[in-house]
Every structure is written in C-alpha cells, then in structure tokens.
C-alpha cells in the first residue's frame, strides 16, 4: 500500500524547515567566532525569563522540570540601537534592570557584563540613596 501523497509532502517539509534552522544555527555561530569581541558601555533596560518551547506537550504534566530561557535588552550609553542577547541563568541572575556597565560580546554572543563603579566606589545600579550627605 503506498503511503498518501500529503504525508510525503509533510516529511519533505518538514525535513527541508529543519535542515534550514539547522545551517542557519550553523551560518550564526561561525560568524560569531568570526567576530572580535567588542566592548560597550550599557544599561540595563529590560530582562525577561520565559519557557522554552516544549514540544512533548503530551508529556507536559509529567515534566517536574521545565526549561527556561534568559534575555536581556542592553541600550548602549553612546546612542545606537538597543541589544537582545540570550543569557545564561546564572548572569541574568546577577545583572538588575537599571543597571550600567561594560558588555562584552562577540557577535550576538553575551560574553560578560561587568558593572561601573560610581564615584563613591559603590557598585552603579538599583541602589537607593543613603541618607544624609548625598
């Protein structure tokens, strides 16, 4: 019995979409080893964390851990046009909304955020005011 002429144009389709997210994953990541790393004075102006797709959603009630996903929003201080990068979970932990300092990346690979120190040696960020002399 020969198989439904829709369901070969499914495989087939669905196989070219893979092959092409594949080589362009492929393409990206050359080209971000090809990149220098650069250096940006940023601020912080947004975070989000969010679920990644999960494509067992049958088995979704039986998964006791989900995978999240990282990405911040970087506006660069000397003007330009803000930057999403993807982030791991331990530096999107360590970096507050408000934030300034230097980025590092290569490509539109994160590589570090290091924050500035203000004036008073105090870490630039989310801080309050002190009370008194300020």
């Given at each position: 019995?020969?198989?439904?002429?829709?369901?070969?144009?499914?495989?087939?389709?669905i196989?070219?979409?893979?092959?092409?997210?594949?080589?362009k994953?492929?393409?990206e990541?050359?080209?971000?080893?090809?990149?220098?790393?650069?250096?940006?004075?940023?601020?912080?102006?947004?975070?989000?964390?969010?679920?990644?797709?999960?494509?067992?959603?049958?088995?979704?009630?039986?998964?006791p851990?989900?995978?999240?996903?990282?990405?911040?929003?970087f506006?660069?201080?000397?003007?330009?046009?803000?930057?999403?990068?993807?982030?791991?979970?331990?530096?999107?932990?360590?970096?507050?909304?408000?934030?300034?300092?230097?980025?590092?990346?290569?490509?539109?690979?994160?590589?570090?955020?290091?924050?500035?120190?203000?004036?008073?040696?105090?870490?630039?960020?989310?801080?309050?005011?002190?009370?008194?002399?300020?």
């Amino acid at each position: 019995m020969k198989p439904p002429l829709i369901f070969l144009i499914v495989v087939a389709l669905i196989a070219v979409l893979a092959t092409q997210k594949f080589f362009k994953q492929r393409r990206e990541k050359a080209a971000n080893d090809a990149s220098p790393v650069r250096s940006l004075m940023v601020e912080v102006k947004t975070k989000r964390e969010y679920l990644a797709p999960d494509r067992r959603s049958r088995q979704r009630d039986q998964l006791p851990v989900e995978d999240w996903r990282y990405e911040a929003w970087f506006h660069p201080l000397d003007g330009g046009e803000d930057l999403k990068l993807a982030l791991s979970a331990g530096d999107y932990h360590q970096i507050d909304k408000g934030s300034r300092g230097e980025l590092q990346v290569q490509g539109t690979r994160f590589i570090r955020f290091t924050l500035c120190r203000a004036p008073d040696g105090r870490q630039n960020g989310n801080h309050p005011p002190q009370a008194g002399g300020e």
